[in-house]
């Protein structure tokens, strides 16, 4: 089974505060993501990587930030957090094109 | 504006029963579909793909798929409460097919 790990678990941040999510993956696939979900929204798309060193923006990438310093490692940052980043947050990977995404266990976020 | 629509917004069936979902994109560079559960607190899981027109079956689950119209369901027969979950379509687009979009999905519930 593949396995995606995220860190922490559950986050408590200020507004205006930095905040890091952490996502590892051992499966050595090329592709991550980052989804944040949200009631009626389903999963939404925020920053995705294609290998190590590269980002793309996702469908909602304003306010976050996104970093694949390796393979195995991607995480998403928060400059200056604000209430509306409430959310839960998944990692996911995936070995490329039609291929399934594994997702980790997910962040939950809470900025007051 | 959601590229990927889901309804019903949630269902109701009765145990034994059968269960149709339903998704439709409005993007018509859309290429291939997949359909994730997540159970309450869990974090998605795929459960099919259908990447061409037609039917696939995997024991309870059916799924379809009409590229004209680019509409895909779910049919879940003898439905079990262990069924009882969050269903999530996801599609692909042609011209970037790392990029995974999913819609708001379908909570289902199956009734004892």
């Known amino acids: 089974e593949a396995a995606v790990t995220q860190s922490p678990r559950n986050k408590v941040a200020v507004t205006g505060g930095k905040v890091t999510l952490s996502c590892n993956q051992t499966?050595?696939?090329?592709?991550m993501y980052w989804y944040r979900q949200d009631t009626g929204h389903g999963l939404r798309l925020i920053h995705y990587?294609?290998?190590?060193?590269?980002?793309e923006k996702g469908d909602i990438p304003d306010g976050y930030k996104a970093s694949r310093p390796s393979q195995e490692n991607f995480s998403l940052i928060l400059e200056l957090a604000t209430p509306s980043q409430t959310s839960v947050y998944f990692c996911?990977?995936?070995?490329?094109?039609?291929?399934?995404?594994?997702f980790g266990s997910g962040t939950r976020l809470t900025v007051l | 504006q959601q590229k990927v629509q889901q309804s019903p917004e949630s269902l109701i069936v009765p145990e034994g029963g059968m269960a149709s979902l339903n998704c439709t994109s409005s993007d018509r560079n859309v290429d291939y579909f997949w359909w994730y559960r997540q159970h309450s607190g869990k974090s998605p899981k795929m459960l099919m793909?259908?990447?061409?027109?037609g039917e696939k079956e995997e024991g309870r689950f059916t799924v379809h798929l009409n590229k004209a119209s680019l509409h895909t369901s779910l049919h879940i027969r003898d439905s079990q409460p262990s069924d009882s979950a969050l269903y999530l379509c996801a599609a692909s687009l042609n011209y970037n097919q790392g990029k995974l979009i999913f819609g708001q999905g379908t909570k289902l519930s199956i009734k004892p």
């Open positions: 990587s294609y290998g190590a060193g590269s980002t």
């Open positions: 793909s259908i990447f061409s027109n």
């Open positions: 499966n050595n696939h090329n592709n």
């Open positions: 996911a990977s995936g070995a490329g094109v039609a291929e399934t995404l594994y």
